[in-house]
């Protein structure tokens, strides 16, 4: 049962590049988030999808987009990135349909924009 | 407007003794809240959470307390043993928000043998 599965683990790309980081859960999740952390400034979350076919802004999400790919798949793209987005992304999943469920996170993928 | 506040950077307990991790909120809408567990270069790891209906929860060395009226959340770990040592994140959801998941900065929590 792999749960959440994130790649790259590492990226290092020059400022004005694009990227699409992948995540994919196999727990037939409803929720999935894409979150980043910073020194200092604890996980701060970027978008969310409570459920296929929807997406929503978090509290960070100038110069991102997210694709919700169908139940499994929810990709964060980075159109033009700046070394402001050097960061750790996590991805997340949750059932999100109770008031006791918890979300379950990917290892995550260490982004350097030089 | 941070809506989940952990307003300790740190904390450093000697093994065996109690270690108590403070969380505040302001969204009085939150209905569920949960503890993370995190090692460097690992995601964070579900640790316990407790419903907004209940003032207590707890699992084995792991309990956490909720204050309503305070919006005041403590999770204490006893006996504290050196393998805790990690970053601990609070976070909280409510239904009415599609349940998106709200994380404070974290405690970083050392226990010394």
């Known amino acids: 049962n792999a749960g959440v599965t994130q790649t790259p683990k590492f990226q290092v790309l020059k400022t004005g590049q694009s990227m699409t980081l992948q995540c994919a859960q196999d727990?037939?999740?409803?929720?999935m988030y894409w979150y980043r952390q910073d020194p200092g400034m604890g996980l701060r979350l970027i978008y969310y999808?409570?459920?296929?076919?929807?997406?929503d802004k978090g509290e960070v999400p100038n110069g991102y987009n997210v694709s919700r790919l169908n139940k499994r798949e929810f990709s964060l793209r980075l159109e033009s990135a700046a070394p402001s987005q050097t960061s750790v992304y996590f991805c997340?999943?949750?059932?999100?349909?109770?008031?006791?469920?918890?979300?379950?996170f990917g290892q995550g993928t260490r982004l350097t924009v030089v | 407007d941070q809506q989940v506040k952990q307003n300790s950077p740190s904390l450093s307990v000697q093994e065996g003794r109690i270690s108590i991790l403070n969380c505040d909120y302001t969204?009085?809408?939150?209905?569920?809240f949960l503890w993370y567990k995190k090692y460097p270069a690992e995601g964070p790891t579900f640790l316990i959470s407790?419903?907004?209906?209940?003032d207590k929860n707890e699992d084995g060395r792991f309990t956490v307390f909720l204050n309503k009226s305070a919006k005041h959340l403590s999770l204490h770990i006893v006996p504290s043993q050196p393998g805790d040592s990690a970053v601990y994140f609070c976070?909280?959801?409510?239904?009415?928000?599609?349940?998106?998941?709200?994380f404070g900065k974290g405690t970083l929590l050392t226990v010394n043998p």
């Open positions: 997340a999943s949750s059932d999100g349909q109770g008031a006791d469920t918890e979300a379950f």
């Open positions: 727990m037939n999740h409803n929720s």
């Open positions: 999808s409570a459920s296929e076919g929807t997406t």
């Open positions: 969204n009085s809408m939150f209905d569920y």
């Open positions: 407790i419903s907004s209906i209940k």
């Open positions: 976070a909280a959801y409510s239904g009415g928000s599609n349940y998106k998941l709200t």
